[in-house]
């Protein structure tokens, strides 16, 4: 099942769908849940209750915030009956699953794409098990409504940099800060690639003196990813946005572009960093020790 692994980051990889740690955790924790069930058919509940009991990024703030009652899930679970024929597979699971898992996965995979992501994360799975509506039985509107909001929107983020050790990034690709001259280079990589309110940052940034935006060159000297801080409507301290072409991500060049930003923000004198709006959470969290900034 495992096609590629990583040393340095664990990258389960799945026909193209590559998920990170914390999504493989949830994927082991879920077998393990019908190993010890009383149901031999792992079902979409088992991947509702292992979301919950991991208990680090967001669904720690969605443990605490929901009062999740686990033994009453582990109750109902135990009482479902599966029919014979819902015994299929799923290249996700090593243990037979049933039908509406398979709908599950397939849904979050189609978020996960919807976003330009390469990676399958708690996130989707979250909106894939509260849009089918697997949750219905166990959950308050009031709490699905916390899981969505806390679970699968993008979350601001922030890196203490006072005592920040920058690493090594990678030799394989230029990184410098761009001048003037880069600009229609630059509008056209995030126009093709991006949103438009990044397209208009961009605009927006290149009015300044000194925009402080980094650009990532292949070989070609094309770019294939950049990365910006106090750009976003003169919000100080803040990173982003941060984009990498899709085909070019997992090569480092989003490691290299977050550290180089990060590194002049320290030299400036900024003791924190805020990452708005951050979708990839687990990278900022592995990259530079960020943590989700908890909702009021």
């Given at each position: 099942m495992i096609k590629s692994l990583k040393k340095e980051s664990v990258i389960l990889t799945i026909s193209n769908i590559k998920l990170t740690d914390r999504m493989l955790r949830i994927i082991r924790n879920t077998e393990n849940e019908v190993k010890s069930s009383k149901n031999e058919?792992?079902?979409?509940?088992?991947?509702?209750?292992?979301?919950?009991?991991?208990?680090?990024?967001?669904?720690?703030?969605?443990?605490?915030?929901?009062?999740?009652?686990?033994?009453?899930?582990?109750?109902?679970?135990?009482?479902?009956?599966?029919?014979?024929?819902?015994?299929?597979?799923?290249?996700?699971?090593?243990?037979?699953?049933?039908?509406?898992?398979?709908?599950?996965?397939?849904?979050?995979?189609?978020?996960?794409?919807?976003?330009?992501?390469?990676?399958l994360n708690e996130g989707h799975i979250l909106k894939a098990l509260i849009k089918t509506n697997v949750a219905?039985?166990?959950?308050?509107?009031?709490?699905?409504?916390?899981?969505?909001?806390?679970?699968?929107?993008?979350?601001?983020?922030?890196?203490?940099?006072?005592?920040?050790?920058?690493?090594?990034?990678?030799?394989?690709?230029?990184?410098?800060?761009?001048?003037?001259?880069?600009?229609?280079?630059?509008?056209?990589?995030?126009?093709y690639n991006f949103s438009s309110e990044w397209l208009q940052t961009i605009k927006d940034a290149f009015l300044l003196i000194d925009p402080a935006i980094f650009i990532a060159l292949d070989q070609n000297g094309e770019i294939v990813g950049f990365a910006c801080f106090d750009v976003y409507k003169n919000k100080k301290c803040y990173f982003g946005p941060m984009g990498v072409s899709i085909s070019k991500r997992i090569n480092g060049i989003g490691y290299s572009l977050l550290h180089h930003c990060l590194k002049e923000m320290k030299e400036i004198g900024y003791e924190y960093a805020i990452i708005g709006g951050a979708g990839p959470i687990e990278f900022y969290e592995k990259t530079c020790k960020a943590v989700v900034i908890p909702s009021t």
């Open positions: 058919v792992l079902r979409p509940e088992h991947l509702l209750l292992a979301c919950f009991l991991e208990n680090t990024g967001v669904l720690g703030e969605i443990s605490l915030k929901c009062d999740i009652d686990i033994k009453s899930i582990r109750t109902s679970i135990d009482r479902m009956n599966v029919g014979l024929n819902q015994h299929l597979t799923s290249e996700f699971f090593n243990v037979p699953v049933s039908k509406e898992i398979l709908t599950v996965m397939d849904l979050a995979v189609e978020y996960m794409k919807k976003y330009k992501q390469v990676y219905e039985t166990f959950l308050t509107e009031e709490q699905k409504q916390i899981i969505l909001t806390l679970g699968t929107n993008s979350r601001d983020m922030i890196t203490h940099l006072g005592n920040y050790t920058f690493p090594e990034t990678s030799s394989q690709i230029t990184v410098r800060k761009i001048n003037k001259n880069d600009f229609n280079n630059l509008y056209n990589f995030v126009e």
